[in-house]
């Protein structure tokens, strides 16, 4: 257990974009974490430790980039980290930072992620500079089909979830995709990009970063006392495994279901979708939102597509999911899984704007990475003791 | 050994300072930034000691300056900035504070020492990269390039990377790709849980040990499509794909084993379906050239059906791994 809880007192997000070509690569970071610096009202100074993550170095070409981006965000002569796992490097760089609090080791740390992926092209990064890259939709389109038999959920359902997410974007100025007239109708009328999934159930290319600012417990309870509500890491957790073995499921690997008990344990949490209040997962094909919603046992088995179809995960559902707009709406690989993270923190300070849940308390993120092989998850809080 | 490389046209945004300096370098002037009582050169976004802000007060700084250290490059490769020897070296510009690590070209090394004056000559075609100083050389006076800066502020810089890897092979993978030329499938059996891998994998990852020669054994040449995607190919620089094209996993009968991701031979892509029955396809010896080592099946150029009736246990779409 920790020795003292972290607390989530400042967060900062670019505005997501195709190409921001606007700014520098040092220039998009900071950004981010200038409006989570504000946010906490703080300042270069006041930070102790910064802790970096973006996916492989392949997507920009920029080699270290901790050592490059060290001036852009004030961490000259401080602890500089830089986290690498996959798709859920964002989560993890949360995590990372926020047990570098918990330990009692800094007071206050500065998490940034990041991806430029106009500076160079995703799938030419995941298929290893290769020819035939099948890209991400490709790697998981075979597990989407696989759950599409074993639940018998309505081929709809995709398309429903690529709809209501990019809803939830419009209510987001962050958003990358602010896709108007979106409707299930025309999400199966785009492109078969990769069978079973279309072109509008997948994820955008996007400039952006995310900036989160931790504290300590004294931190944190000064925050609230001076009228800027904290979000409290009630729990965090990793897991991962390999690539494949027989009788591994990737549908439903162990390590998601084990990232999740243990993240559910750690905050007091013996029913899930009673007791959280709202979920960001990184859904970045449609499927993707009932698959984790079950495989992390917030749905019982075969019960994740058909909280999608009773309209349970929209922003005024029982159980709201991805209220942000999500991956399916921006999609800074090395950001998404911190922007996951920061939405849930942004909930439950019941600072999310338009797309507040009400009355949010307790929420949970989740990242995931490489062929669903990394899972960090987090649960954050309103107060230390929700359940009280 | 497997030999390989990576290039890809990468595109950089600039940003307000990085762009006014190689804008400025079009133009065969230096500029610095101010940051308190110092002028940074290369210029900075930001005050390198507090993460401040800086006002974007930019001066001319330079062109001659003095060496504060330097490296003699004896034998430049390819990838040097120049064909003969020369020095990397940090040069102080007139007017800065701080160095810039450029290239100085003096002739031997002889020539080289901390304090040298030295100046920049300029390429004759700039394009707004740190190259269009080509380099340093002894002396104050600069060296013009001749013609005038660019129509239009300088806001990108292409970037053409590439890196070559010298790759070894380990033995597991020698004898699995020899296997593979002679039209054979290598199977690794874990002697602990009885899990079997194909490829070349030397350990199992469940019981984490390794797996060697005395764990191989023969796999059957047939197998069944289990899950499968079609992939509308996106046009990135080395993409050698026009038309969607499908991967499928493939159980090898009788096994537990499964083939992730493998191409099928003269199938449309109409045919393919769960259950499908298939039979793999190997490159001749004439076939097996340099690109041996780059896939797990070096000799694998992938399945066709074999026009037996389909399998039919319902689960099979579930086996991936």
Request: proline fraction near 13%; hydrophobic fraction near 25%.
């Given at each position: 257990m920790a020795h003292s809880p972290a607390a989530v007192v400042g967060i900062g997000q670019t505005h997501h974009k195709k190409k921001r070509w606007d700014v520098s690569l040092g220039g998009l970071v900071r950004e981010a974490a200038r409006r989570a610096l504000d946010d906490a009202q703080m300042d270069w100074g006041d930070i102790d430790a910064v802790v970096l993550g973006k996916a492989p170095d392949l997507f920009e070409g920029v080699m270290k980039p901790e050592l490059y981006l060290t001036d852009a965000l004030g961490a000259h002569g401080k602890p500089m980290f830089r986290v690498h796992t996959a798709g859920s490097v964002g989560g993890t760089t949360g995590i990372v930072a926020s047990h570098l609090v918990e330990t009692g080791r800094h007071r206050r740390v500065l998490a940034v992620a990041y991806q430029k992926q106009s500076e160079g092209n995703a799938q030419f990064a995941l298929g290893s500079g290769k020819g035939a890259s099948l890209g991400a939709g490709g790697a998981f389109a075979p597990f989407i089909r696989s759950y599409i038999h074993r639940s018998?959920?309505?081929?709809?359902v995709g398309p429903m979830v690529a709809v209501k997410d990019r809803q939830n974007a419009l209510k987001n100025p962050y958003a990358h995709l602010r896709l108007e007239d979106i409707s299930v109708e025309s999400v199966k009328a785009s492109p078969m990009m990769w069978d079973p999934l279309h072109f509008l159930e997948s994820c955008p290319s996007s400039d952006g970063a995310c900036a989160v600012v931790f504290t300590d417990r004294a931190g944190g309870e000064a925050a609230a006392a001076d009228g800027r509500p904290p979000a409290w890491v009630l729990g965090s957790a990793m897991r991962s495994e390999p690539f494949g073995f027989p009788g591994r499921d990737p549908v439903l690997p162990q390590g998601a279901a084990d990232c999740a008990e243990d993240v559910y344990a750690q905050a007091g949490i013996t029913r899930p979708r009673e007791q959280i209040d709202c979920a960001e997962l990184y859904v970045p094909f449609s499927w993707y939102e009932p698959m984790w919603l079950e495989a992390h046992h917030l749905a019982g088995p075969g019960e994740g597509w058909q909280l999608v179809e009773s309209g349970a995960t929209a922003l005024d559902g029982s159980f709201p999911v991805?209220?942000?707009?999500?991956v399916l709406s921006s999609n800074p690989i090395g950001a998404s899984g911190l922007l996951r993270f920061a939405e849930a923190a942004l909930q439950v300070r019941g600072m999310a704007g338009e797309h507040q849940v009400d009355g949010a308390r307790v929420a949970v993120a989740q990242a995931y990475g490489a062929s669903a092989q990394y899972f960090s998850m987090w649960v954050v809080g309103a107060s230390l003791d929700p359940f009280g | 050994m497997v030999e390989s490389t990576i290039t890809f046209p990468y595109q950089r945004s600039l940003g307000p300072v990085l762009g006014a300096f190689l804008t400025a370098l079009t133009e065969e002037r230096l500029i610095g930034i101010r940051s308190g009582d110092r002028v940074l050169c290369p210029p900075l976004e930001w005050d390198p000691e507090t993460g401040a802000e800086l006002a974007h007060d930019f001066v001319d700084v330079g062109p001659a300056g003095t060496v504060e250290s330097w490296c003699w490059v004896a034998e430049p490769s390819?990838?040097?900035?120049?064909d003969h020897p020369f020095a990397f070296a940090t040069v102080r510009l007139d007017g800065a504070d701080t160095g810039l690590i450029h290239v100085v070209d003096a002739g031997s090394a002889d020539a080289m020492s901390v304090g040298l004056r030295v100046a920049p000559r300029w390429r004759a075609e700039r394009r707004g990269h740190l190259t269009d100083l080509e380099a340093f050389v002894p002396g104050e006076a600069p060296v013009p390039g001749g013609g005038g800066g660019a129509d239009e502020p300088v806001t990108m810089m292409g970037y053409n990377a590439s890196i070559s890897y010298t790759t070894p092979v380990p033995d597991n993978v020698v004898r699995s790709e020899a296997a593979a030329a002679e039209g054979r499938f290598l199977g690794l059996r874990c002697p602990i849980c009885g899990r079997t891998y194909t490829g070349g994998r030397g350990y199992c990852p469940v019981d984490s040990i390794a797996l060697t020669a005395e764990h191989e054994v023969d796999l059957p040449q047939k197998g069944v499509l289990t899950s499968f995607t079609i992939v509308t190919p996106v046009q990135y620089p080395g993409q050698t794909e026009t038309d969607p094209f499908a991967r499928v996993h493939v159980l090898l009968e009788g096994t537990d084993v499964v083939l992730s991701y493998q191409a099928l031979v003269d199938t449309p892509n109409e045919a393919i379906r769960t259950g499908l029955r298939l039979a793999p396809v190997w490159a001749s010896a004439a076939e097996l050239g340099d690109g041996a080592g780059d896939t797990r099946e070096a000799g694998l150029i992938g399945w066709i059906p074999t026009g037996e009736p389909d399998a039919t246990d319902p689960d099979l779409v579930n086996r991936l791994c």
């Open positions: 018998g959920a309505p081929l709809d991805n209220m942000s707009g999500g | 390819e990838q040097h900035p120049l």
